[in-house]
């Protein structure tokens, strides 16, 4: 699988934090029941190699990524507990080299000019913009569409349900990154309902 294969599956990734492992797989499944099939974990919490594992193995449906992947260990882990892609917070030549070498599809945090050139020049043309509000959001994917032609983005950071729609609409973004689909409160209280409804709602956004 390449990375880029990810955006036939909806215009929204869930950047996910799971605190509890018993949350996982009943999470997986409300994102699932509402038309996000392709979810991101992030590697921020102590639980979070044993949820990917537990999703993979428990919601066939679902394409598990780890998030937040930082070094060659952290992919290794990643692929072991059966993500089938990686994403990156920035990009660097190692983290790059280790996922190709043990066959872990990665999207590379980017937020300069200066790093989008390094993940090209490494094989990298499907990038994740990073922390995309906060680093310049829509006027800065717009003036990197006139030097970089021939890559495409998932914005990341600071996007929200009335804000996505516009990051889709550009002709260099082919889907986004949200950490609204599995709010805190709603994880923490199980709602699981509220997840599928906003994963509903998310599923039907339209890439431009």
């Given at each position: 699988m390449k990375t880029l294969e990810l955006t036939e599956h909806g215009p929204v990734i869930p950047v996910i934090v799971i605190q509890r492992v018993e949350d996982a797989v009943p999470m997986a499944e409300a994102l699932v029941a509402g038309g996000v099939k392709v979810l991101e974990?992030?590697?921020?919490?102590?639980?979070?190699?044993?949820?990917?594992?537990?999703?993979?193995?428990?919601?066939?449906?679902?394409?598990?990524?780890?998030?937040?992947?930082?070094?060659?260990?952290?992919?290794?882990?990643?692929?072991?507990?059966?993500c089938r892609f990686a994403v990156s917070p920035g990009y660097t030549a190692e983290v790059g080299k280790a996922c190709r070498d043990i066959g872990l599809p990665l999207l590379p945090g980017v937020a300069t000019a200066s790093e989008v050139m390094a993940a090209q020049g490494d094989g990298y043309g499907f990038?994740?913009?990073?922390?995309?509000?906060?680093?310049?959001?829509?006027?800065m994917l717009k003036a990197w569409a006139g030097p970089f032609a021939d890559v495409v983005f998932c914005p990341t950071g600071g996007i929200t349900v009335q804000s996505a729609p516009q990051?889709?609409?550009?002709?260099?973004?082919?889907?986004?990154?949200?950490?609204?689909?599995?709010?805190a409160d709603a994880v923490e209280a199980r709602d699981w309902g509220r997840i599928t409804a906003l994963a509903r709602e998310a599923s039907q956004l339209r890439a431009g």
């Open positions: 974990v992030t590697l921020r919490t102590p639980a979070a190699l044993k949820c990917m594992e537990a999703i993979a193995g428990a919601v066939p449906e679902a394409i598990v990524g780890a998030g937040t992947v930082r070094n060659a260990g952290d992919a290794r882990a990643a692929l072991n507990a059966g990038l994740k913009f990073f922390p995309a509000t906060a680093a310049g959001g829509l006027p990051f889709l609409a550009l002709p260099n973004v082919k889907v986004c990154g949200g950490s609204w689909l599995t709010p």
